[in-house]
């Protein structure tokens, strides 16, 4: 069994230091200690900070979306990360290399680095290729490692290289945050990746859950949400876990919800509010076919969250180092000037 999770960042984020997931950690604490996985079981999830004593950063905030490898030891439940995404390089190429020696010296699998665009895991004699890539702008200012903005025919390609396999995924970071629904462009672009070969399309980055459809007797799951993050924004603590059986292609899912201590927790559809819900969630698919009506939606669920997250902050306050504090309000002050 393959088990596919959401967004997941092991590190305190840029609103949190000192309080935040990659805190927790350092201080003895398990964010997985809350999900059973059984024997056989193979998970795959989205690594969306640096594993790495390296930064090229002086800042205020060196030290996040960063956990240092000799803290990363708590992880028992991923075996698969993805590494083209958005964070993967916010402290530089030599610290983007770091974190792939931490996976493999920890026994973790990568996947969407340029070298390896694709990996095989196998599950009882069945070959799964996933192959994993980013759509999302990387504005570090650094060349991406990752394979990123692949063109069709690459893709193609890449599908073709691996159709020994007895199934093929492709795992994306793409879409715009927050919005519970992928916009006109991204469902051609997974309709295109079903034509050409691949079994399954999972995506990542919006942190909410967005719908899925099945497309000639093949799953698209737009958005799976976040596993492991900490943020105020309610959507944002519900995600799922999409597992694919592959000898039998059975695709089931489950609602996990992120509580205490930034766990993730499988949990009922009972107790996911009704909007958060797949039946709820499907119909939203298409909605907004033209591109100028679908970023006038998604400005308004952006500023729900910045509703919660100024709120959080705001909240927090008196939990800031007073070095940090200046630096992130300085930081603040600079973006909305420019």
Not at 297 to 321: E, G, M, P, T, V
Request: net charge negative; with cysteine; glycine share 8%.
């Amino acid at each position: 069994m393959i088990r596919f999770t959401g967004d997941i960042c092991l590190s305190d984020n840029d609103f949190d230091s000192g309080f935040g997931v990659g805190s927790t950690i350092i201080k003895g604490r398990n964010p997985f200690s809350d999900i059973l996985k059984r024997e056989g079981e193979i998970w795959v999830g989205n690594l969306e900070c640096v594993l790495s004593d390296t930064t090229v950063r002086t800042g205020y905030n060196k030290s996040c979306f960063r956990l240092t490898p000799n803290a990363y030891t708590s992880d028992r439940l991923i075996d698969c990360y993805c590494v083209a995404n958005n964070h993967i390089m916010q402290h530089g190429s030599d610290a983007y290399k770091e974190t792939l020696d931490t996976l493999k010296n920890n026994g973790k699998e990568y996947v969407g680095s340029k070298e390896r665009k694709t990996v095989v895991l196998c599950d009882e004699g069945m070959k799964i290729a996933v192959s994993s890539f980013s759509l999302r702008c990387d504005n570090t200012g650094f060349e991406p490692c990752y394979w990123y903005a692949p063109e069709p025919d690459e893709l193609k390609d890449e599908c073709e290289k691996y159709k020994e396999a007895d199934y093929r995924v492709a795992y994306i970071h793409w879409g715009i945050e927050f919005v519970p629904y992928p916009y006109a462009e991204q469902q051609k672009l997974a309709h295109y990746l079903i034509d050409i070969g691949f079994d399954m399309v999972i995506g990542h980055h919006p942190h909410v859950i967005q719908g899925f459809e099945v497309y000639k007797g093949k799953h698209i799951f737009y958005s799976l949400g976040n596993f492991v993050f900490n943020m105020a924004y309610p959507a944002a603590n519900i995600g799922l876990v999409v597992s694919l059986d592959p000898r039998s292609a059975e695709v089931s899912m489950d609602y996990v919800r992120i509580g205490d201590g930034f766990r993730p927790a499988i949990v009922d559809e009972s107790v996911v509010p009704d909007s958060m819900r797949m039946d709820s969630i499907n119909g939203k698919i298409g909605l907004f076919p033209n591109l100028e009506q679908y970023n006038g939606a998604s400005q308004a669920y952006l500023r729900k969250y910045r509703k919660s997250h100024h709120a959080y902050i705001a909240r927090s306050i008196f939990r800031y180092k007073l070095s940090f504090l200046k630096g992130m309000i300085s930081n603040f002050l600079h973006e909305r000037m420019s």
